[in-house]
């Protein structure tokens, strides 16, 4: 959805209804996969309703709940899934049994536990690295506080915990038990297909441009859902994936730049012109480069190099070939040395190890001012339903802790998403209990409501990054209303507080994170992007130890902290679009430069970690001494130049930046003393000529359009 920003900006153009319905229309439909992920979730959360009316079982939400959330992308992540939900539940219940164990007697050391457990939830959802986890223990905070506050024996409350460790059980084995099942039955690799079905769109609008006259309407629909899909799931998968790690930077480096080749692509669908002879027979050459690259993904093959001639056109057609031209180039470059650093013999227990928590978790003040900014709001919901005496809105905590989506706080788009996809849940709850539970007598029956609500919001759920969360909160919202007892919900008066619970905390979480050390998203995008660029720099300058061992497992971390902040700026970008007033302007024209520069970026530090191989002389990748000392020498240059684009973007540089054209004569210096000059040279000797000047061809374009900006 990378011109929604364009479509939001030309509303004065067009009525917003036909924008809305548009982006609806692309978003819910369907498209390869996406039944059977529906159904697969609908079966495992109607399953674990059943279960649990049937047994009587209390806070059933909890299991339905988490069936939704129990990661689908292959077999082995929906185990590892399952595996975590089980012992981060089991944790969760234990912190809460034997807190609850200290401070139940004493009523003020019982409400400063609750509070510490509120900043305690939200430090953890900041930092841990897995994000599953965090919501999993913020859930069982959520029902442990009100629980252990109601005004009954204490093994009442303890029996009632340990339904809620069996309910996250039931939710789990039932989903994995699903996963598992149906996996046979799913084909094709969930990284390469949706990159191939993004170029087979991309492609075919470029036919339709070589054909010169009206555009394909099919091709413009499809080239539409794509964009507005976009690739922020495809990343997910691979973040949450088992190939190695330079797979998933490489395929995450082509994913970016397929995504951009979406995006030109259905800016070219909406041109209306016919296209001249030149540009036709540039979109057919074009078109016939994308599907050999396509086609190399799906045989597992390296796709190989692709140029293409310029051109002096500069009608908007040529002007957006020319930029799918420099994205398409680039693609196979993402593959360059792609088996360098991980055939280099470097046991297992060398590598870096995922962790639980950052590695700046502790030490990142960003974190505690997320921690902080939640306990405030859950705690001032909190203390406000317990000084009016209305314990009903107990809700409100659970509400506060499961919209808490990340250490970037709250942006209007979540906080939309969240009060609709609440009031949908909650309006629907009420629904059912006026209209429908008068005329039913049996679980059956329930389950003739139950499926279709359920599927509703798993449709949502699995629509694009921009409206999956809706489809999460109006699924919380009716759980919360008829499955947090075993027996039917009669009461109008409960589904009324809870659905007030839920806007208590939905205006808590307005109020603290809204006004509390917040910044818009394009600020924090651009600070992200910097340091992005800062990273690929200190990358750049590798290695900084002469003990290769040292220097390859540094070389994993950056590289893995460069993958989480393409990621971030992503993420920052899309809510950049959710963001109004004077600075729109300038934060749309900051995102459209950002997205544009990125995936340039990205294949820059591909290549450039591919590079390493040369730079510390693994075997059969030696360099001359005169030539590595060049080649050390060429590397601090174009370092102190990403710096330079880096301090520029920031305004700390009022100077023009250096012409970079001198670094191309440099170039041929470093490959001089390294001896590509010779005519009789190994692969890997021409193969790094080659890749050297990619890397110089890429910096100082960088380099330039930054100077330009």
């Known amino acids: 959805m990378a011109t929604l920003a364009q479509r939001m900006g030309a509303m004065g153009d067009s009525p917003p209804e036909g924008w809305f319905w548009e982006f609806l229309k692309a978003e819910l439909a369907p498209y390869p996969g996406r039944v059977a992920t529906v159904g697969r ?33 292959s077999p082995q992540a929906t185990v590892r899934s399952a595996g975590t939900i089980f012992l981060v539940t089991g944790m969760g219940a234990a912190y809460v049994l034997i807190g609850a164990w200290f401070v139940i007697n004493i009523p003020w050391l019982h409400f400063l536990w609750n509070i510490c457990s509120l900043f305690l939830a939200f430090f953890v959802i900041a930092a841990l690295t897995n994000y599953t986890a965090a919501v999993i223990f913020a859930v069982l905070v959520a029902i442990g506080i009100p629980l252990w506050d109601s005004l009954v024996p204490a093994e009442t409350n303890v029996e009632l915990t340990l339904w809620v460790v069996l309910e996250g059980a039931i939710g789990v084995s039932v989903s994995m038990a699903i996963e598992l099942a149906f996996a046979r ?98 979109a057919r050459n074009l078109a016939a480069s994308i599907g050999r690259i396509s086609d190399d993904l799906l045989q597992q093959r390296i796709p190989q190099p692709v140029q293409f001639e310029g051109d002096s056109d500069t009608s908007s057609e040529a002007s957006l070939l020319g930029e799918m031209e420099d994205s398409v180039s680039l693609i196979p470059q993402a593959f360059a040395g792609s088996h360098a650093i991980d055939e280099y013999e470097v046991s297992a227990d060398d590598l870096p190890r995922p962790m639980l928590f950052g590695a700046s978790a502790f030490s990142n003040p960003a974190n505690y001012r997320f ?46 998403l969240r009060l609709v996809g ?79 619970g839920i806007l208590l905390g939905l205006f808590m979480m307005w109020l603290v994170f809204d006004h509390l050390w917040t910044a818009p998203a394009a600020v924090e995008m651009k600070t992200a992007f910097l340091a992005g660029i800062r990273l690929l720099a200190q990358l750049t300058r590798e290695p900084s130890s002469s003990e290769i061992r040292a220097a390859i497992k540094r070389s994993h ?76 020498q060429y590397n601090e240059r174009s370092a102190r130049m990403l710096d330079e684009m880096a301090d520029r973007l920031e305004g700390r540089m009022n100077e023009p930046m250096p012409e970079p054209d001198g670094d191309e004569q440099f170039v041929d210096q470093v490959l001089a003393a390294c001896g590509c000059e010779a005519r009789e040279l190994p692969p890997q000797m021409r193969s790094f000529g080659i890749l050297l000047r990619r890397i110089d061809g890429v910096t100082r374009s960088l380099a330039e359009e930054v100077r330009a900006a």
């Open 371 to 416: 921690a902080l900014r939640g306990c405030l709001a859950a705690g001032g919901a909190y203390v406000i339903y317990h000084a009016i005496d209305w314990p009903g809105l107990s809700t409100s905590v659970s509400t506060c802790l499961l919209t808490a989506l990340s250490t970037m706080g709250a942006s209007r788009q979540k906080q939309f």
């Open 41 to 73: 979730m609908v079966l495992a959360a109607t399953l674990v309703a059943l279960i649990c009316e049937i047994f009587r079982i209390p806070f059933a939400f909890q299991g339905t709940i988490f069936t939704l959330l129990i990661s689908r992308e």
């Open 185 to 282: 039955t799913r084909h094709g690799d969930d990284i390469v297909l949706p990159i191939a079905r993004r170029l087979a769109a991309v492609r075919n609008v470029l036919a339709a441009c070589a054909e010169g006259g009206a555009r394909n309407h099919a091709a413009k629909v499809d080239i539409v859902r794509q964009r507005v899909l976009g690739t922020s799931l495809l990343r997910r998968f691979l973040h949450r994936s088992t190939y190695s790690p330079l797979y998933r930077a490489q395929m995450s480096g082509v994913a970016g730049l397929t995504g951009r080749l979406v995006d030109i692509a259905a800016a070219l669908a909406d041109i209306p012109r016919q296209a001249s002879g030149a540009v036709a027979s540039r």
């Open 557 to 632: 971390v950056l590289s893995e902290m460069l993958n989480a902040q393409w990621d971030k700026v992503r993420s920052l970008a899309d809510g950049v679009l959710f963001e109004f007033g004077p600075s729109r302007p300038y934060g749309l024209a900051l995102r459209s430069r950002v997205r544009r520069w990125q995936p340039r970026l990205r294949a820059l530090f591909l290549m450039r970690r591919a590079s390493l191989r040369f730079s510390l002389g693994l075997q059969g990748f030696e360099l001359p001494e005169a030539g590595r000392r060049t080649l050390r």
């Open 422 to 500: 609440f009031l949908i849940g909650g309006i629907l709850g009420i629904g059912v209990q006026i209209f429908v539970l008068p005329s039913l007598d049996s679980i059956a029956g329930f389950m003739v409501v139950f499926v279709p609500v359920t599927l509703f919001s798993a449709w949502i759920m699995t629509s694009g990054p921009r409206l999956s969360y809706l489809g999460l909160q109006a699924a919380l919202g009716f759980y919360l209303i008829h499955l947090q007892e075993s027996a039917p919900q009669l009461s109008l008066s409960v589904a009324r507080d809870r659905l007030v």
